[in-house]
């Protein structure tokens, strides 16, 4: 295996953009990145970015958004309809079959001109499923439910969960829901917005953009003092159909985690692509932590979620850890698809 | 479903309550996404002007390009603009093409109609519009143009302020300047029938 690493970073979320495009959002992003790095466009090996057109109703904006990267003269590039860890995965691999060396990856997301939770409903199967319109977060409830009912969580896990998001957020200038002073009894008092599910216990919508610059072998210890190092890497997929599937597990998020050699050592700490609570518990269940790991420093996806970005700025956030020398190894995780259906996991270490 | 022998992966029987029941040919699932979209100031100041008559464009910070639709970004360098230009309504025809179909809703398009990329005067690529006031066959790649505009108590916020584009009886711009060459020429600072070297430039 080639070592690659997590050299440079930049992102932005902020609850509604308005006025300004996602092209127009990724310029200073994509440029800050490279910028860090001292890189321009013309050396970046391979660029790879992930995105739905579904989120702002643009379509093709997906190419719109090259016009951020500096298309011209003809670059290398390829795209992804999945969150940008996916897109880092492929970049990942073109960079371990050793023809270039540098990669940029970025992703972005817009989704507030629409209605998320019903956009979300089209990723169901199109025939059963989808022309019941199911609310995101009405889908999400019933997973939740189980797992209250088969005992694997308690309501004050979950507002635990959310109360450890919003405390760890207030260091975060990229989180959209934060608090210094909120507790589980403020969070069991919410009203549910689908019961078992309240509002705290969702992701807080958002938009934004993540671009990183990954770099491999010696050119990434040339580039950066203290580089990211990619030690596993792995993405797994469970059953699409939710009716055939355990929701109180997710075995795909395991067997990556398994394969990317998360319990290999210590985790300092895991940045988690958690849309709910309830999610989150399961997946700290599955990738099997302690105590002694920090779940998400930054407040993780339940303190701002960027659709299509949220998995991205997760291993920004653990990258940034590690580079800046708060953290020697650290696991990012993203999702995609209902109730945690596709499962990646990124190992990094700073030596 | 089907009771028919599949050939190979056995046969599927129904159960009796669906035997003689008229078989599903088809799933009708509509689909309706609404979505609230802003332009971006780019675009809305494009828009804005248009009530006005006046058309907008971004000149890039790297090499003076002035690119219309205004979208707030150098598309070749990937660089934010936000110099704003006032271009004019004239320009010339950069390509074009001649269409005999329809277009369904435009009941108002005489067939056959004239689709041409339009490149005003100073800007640095072109941008779609209708050419009428001659026959088809006397449109050609470097015909000198001008903007037909609505009346005064028509105008919106639209490019559809622009009814079509006309003659205006100048001479030509060459063939070989005309296009996105005409940007090309302006950065090389060359005059009429300067070598081609400067096309590649």
């Known amino acids: ?308 970005a949220a998995g991205l700025m997760r291993i920004a956030e653990a990258a940034d850890r590690i580079t800046g020398g708060t953290a020697d190894r650290a696991l990012a995780h993203a999702t995609s698809g209902p109730c945690l259906q596709q499962n990646l996991v990124c190992v990094l270490e700073g030596a | 479903m089907s009771a028919e022998p599949d050939g190979g992966a056995g046969e599927v029987r129904l159960p009796p309550s669906l035997e003689g029941v008229e078989r599903v040919q088809s799933v009708r699932t509509p689909i309706r996404l609404e979505y609230d979209y802003r332009p971006s100031a780019a675009a809305e100041s494009y828009l804005r002007a248009y009530e006005d008559r006046r058309i907008i464009g971004h000149r890039s910070p790297v090499d003076g390009a002035v690119f219309i639709p205004p979208r707030g970004v150098d598309p070749r360098h990937g660089t934010a603009t936000t110099d704003e230009v006032e271009l004019p309504d004239t320009g010339h025809v950069g390509n074009f093409c001649v269409t005999h179909l329809p277009i369904p809703g435009r009941k108002d398009l005489e067939l056959p109609y004239v689709s041409a990329w339009i490149h005003l005067d100073g800007a640095a690529v072109g941008f779609l519009g209708l050419v009428r006031g001659c026959a088809t066959d006397e449109v050609r790649i470097g015909m000198r143009v001008r903007a037909v505009w609505k009346p005064d108590d028509e105008l919106g916020a639209t490019a559809e302020n622009i009814l079509h584009w006309e003659p205006t009886g100048e001479p030509d711009v060459p063939v070989e300047w005309a296009g996105n060459r005409a940007f090309l020429r302006g950065q090389a600072g060359l005059e009429d029938g300067a070598d081609d070297e400067a096309t590649d430039a």
């Open chain 1, 1 to 308: 295996m080639r070592e690659v690493a997590v050299v440079a970073t930049a992102s932005r979320q902020v609850p509604v953009l308005t006025g300004t495009t996602e092209v127009q959002l990724m310029v200073p992003l994509i440029e800050s990145a490279r910028a860090a790095v001292g890189l321009t466009q013309e050396d970046i090996g391979f660029t790879c970015s992930g995105s739905s057109d579904f989120l702002a109703g643009q379509a093709f904006s997906f190419v719109h958004t090259l016009d951020a990267v500096g298309a011209v003269p003809p670059i290398s590039e390829s795209h992804v309809e999945m969150d940008g860890a996916f897109a880092l995965y492929e970049a990942w691999v073109k960079l371990q079959i050793g023809e270039v060396d540098t990669a940029l990856v970025y992703s972005y997301g817009k989704s507030s001109p629409g209605s998320l939770r019903d956009v979300l409903a089209l990723q169901l199967d199109p025939y059963y499923l989808a022309p019941l319109w199911p609310p995101a977060d009405a889908v999400a409830a019933l997973q939740a439910r189980l797992l209250l009912e088969s005992g694997a969580a308690s309501p004050e896990e979950l507002a635990g969960i959310a109360v450890r998001s919003q405390h760890h957020a207030a260091a975060n200038p990229n989180a959209v829901r934060s608090s210094t002073d909120v507790t589980v009894g403020d969070v069991l008092a919410e009203a549910p917005v689908a019961d078992p599910l309240r509002p705290s216990d969702l992701a807080a919508e958002a938009d934004g953009g993540c671009a990183v610059v990954l770099a491999a072998g010696d050119r990434a210890s040339d580039l950066c003092e203290r580089p990211a190092w990619i030690r596993g890497i792995d993405h797994r997929i469970d059953a699409h159909a939710l009716g055939v599937r355990d929701l109180t597990r997710a075995p795909s998020a395991a067997l990556a985690a398994s394969r990317a050699g998360a319990g290999g050592d210590r985790l300092d700490l895991v940045e988690l692509h958690s849309p709910t609570t309830s999610q989150e518990a399961i997946l700290v269940r599955e990738i099997g932590l302690d105590d002694t790991t920090v779940v998400n420093p930054s407040g993780g996806a339940l303190a701002g979620c960027t659709l299509m």
